[in-house]
């Protein structure tokens, strides 16, 4: 749950910046959904952000469940 720190926007820089593809999206729980493709080591990078995310930022928890690759998105947007 996140409010008032630009995580979303701060996310969609940081997945343009290492060439990962998807989207992040607000939940109605108050939760934030990312879905990411990319290579090994930019996913890993990416993660690591995630539970940490932007300054001002309290991550609580993140739940990870990785998917093969496929291919579905050609940048990283923000969803509403």
């Known amino acids: 749950m996140v409010q008032g720190v630009g995580f979303r926007y701060s996310t969609q ?3 343009r910046r290492l060439g ?5 999206r607000n939940m109605s729980d108050g939760c934030v959904e990312v879905y990411a493709e ?4 930019s996913i890993e990078n990416f993660s690591a952000w995630l539970k940490k ?5 309290l991550v609580r ?6 998917v093969a690759y496929r291919g579905l998105y050609n940048r ?5």
């Open 38 to 41: 990319g290579d090994q080591e």
């Open 53 to 57: 995310g932007p300054p001002g930022a």
């Open 61 to 66: 928890k993140v739940d990870f469940h990785p």
């Open 76 to 80: 990283f947007t923000i969803e509403f």
């Open 20 to 24: 990962i593809k998807g989207y992040v």
């Open 13 to 15: 820089g940081l997945a």
